[in-house]
């Protein structure tokens, strides 16, 4: 059955699409590009990348970017971008003014006007927000007075999304904890257990995954032994156990695969957090099935993050740029446990 569409949301000025960044992306982002993709005037998809701390790195990072943003759904049955909308989000050090970023940020802007005109598309508006304001770096690149964004009365944009079914967004911050490593006496424990923990022959591991998954089809559950939570984590290294396991939404409840793999990849502490990789691919897609784009697209960029050369996460992280329905990311999951 098809998800409900939200009714159409129309945004006529830089002020709107200050205000309907949230929304657009699914999430408040911090210290990023963000780019909404548009084709002939409708939205066909939103991207974020982590803007890099050092200025030097602005040159490779446009033309990266523009390169990757430029062509998103190759080979895909999608229409290609022909403009860009850019948002630069970053806040200020103490001391510091949203005004000085929006100054700071304003050649990066450039840099990735020139970039995308490169690759032929029109990048009809670049806006920098910072401490609660907006700026139009499109042209201006000596940027004066921000303009405010909507705080205590909602602005037209968030009335509209609002009218469309669209609930307030998260923030960054608040998404991205619920996957973080966990700390204190529990990490130290699991630290221990991940130390001397090795993978298991495969049936094992598909005999510990269903366990865990029903464990966690309990509400009251929250963790797994550590000697069995370190095992599952060095197992999943494996991408066939990986794959096996996209299928427990399926088998199981996705609300209870769902925990399950939250709770591994916060079990992932330091120095072992490369083994979060794989749950975090996997919360991703069972994220991606409830609709809840925003963990899935944090979750999945975290992923490619851990473990840069992995290829489903690079390939999801794609997808959920298109975006992909949850039949196919379905059908994916179900590929990778055979049929008896």
């Known amino acids: ?24 992306l699914g999430y408040q982002p911090r210290t990023s590009l963000a780019a909404v993709l548009l084709h002939h005037g409708d939205f066909i998809g939103a991207a974020r990348l982590d803007l890099p701390p050092a ?12 390169h990757t943003l430029s062509n998103p759904f190759n080979g895909k049955n999608t229409p290609m971008p ?3 909308v850019l948002y630069l989000i970053d806040e200020p050090a103490p001391g510091q003014t949203g005004r000085t970023v929006a100054t700071r940020l304003a050649p990066l802007a450039g840099l990735l006007h020139a970039a995308f005109t490169h690759h032929h598309v029109n990048v009809p508006l670049t806006l920098c927000i910072s401490t609660n304001q907006w700026w139009n770096l499109t042209h201006d690149h000596t940027p004066g007075p921000g303009t405010p964004l909507p705080s205590t ?16 967004a998260p923030t960054q911050d608040t998404l991205t904890t619920t996957f973080a490593p966990l700390t204190g006496p529990a990490a130290d424990t699991l630290r221990t257990a991940l130390d001397t923990a090795t993978p298991t022959h495969h049936t094992t591991a598909h005999t510990l995954l269903e366990q865990a998954a029903t464990a966690f089809s309990d509400p009251a559950t929250t963790a797994l032994p550590p000697a069995t939570t370190a095992t599952l984590l060095h197992t999943l290294s494996d991408s066939l156990v990986r794959d096996w396991a996209m299928s427990l939404p399926d088998t199981h409840t996705n609300p209870a695969a769902r925990r399950l793999f939250t709770y591994l990849a916060t079990a992932a502490v330091t120095p072992h957090t490369t083994l979060a990789c794989a749950p975090l691919t996997l919360l991703a897609m069972s994220a991606w099935y ?4 925003a963990l899935a697209r944090l979750a999945i960029h975290r992923a490619c993050h851990l473990d840069p050369g992995a290829r489903l996460p690079a390939l999801l992280r794609e997808a959920f740029n298109l975006p992909v329905s949850n039949q196919k990311l379905k059908e994916l999951a179900r590929s990778g446990r055979p049929t008896t």
Not at 1 to 24: K, N, S
Not at 153 to 168: E, Q
Not at 290 to 293: A, L, P, R
């Open 153 to 168: 009365t909602p602005g037209p944009a968030t009335v509209a999304f609002t009218v469309a079914g669209r609930l307030p």
């Open 55 to 66: 200025e030097a790195a602005w040159f490779d990072f446009a033309a990266e970017a523009a």
């Open 1 to 24: 059955m098809p998800r409900p569409q939200p009714d159409t949301v129309r945004l006529h000025t830089p002020a709107d699409l200050a205000e309907a960044l949230p929304y657009l």
């Open 82 to 84: 022909d403009s860009v």
């Open 290 to 293: 409830d609709d809840d784009q």
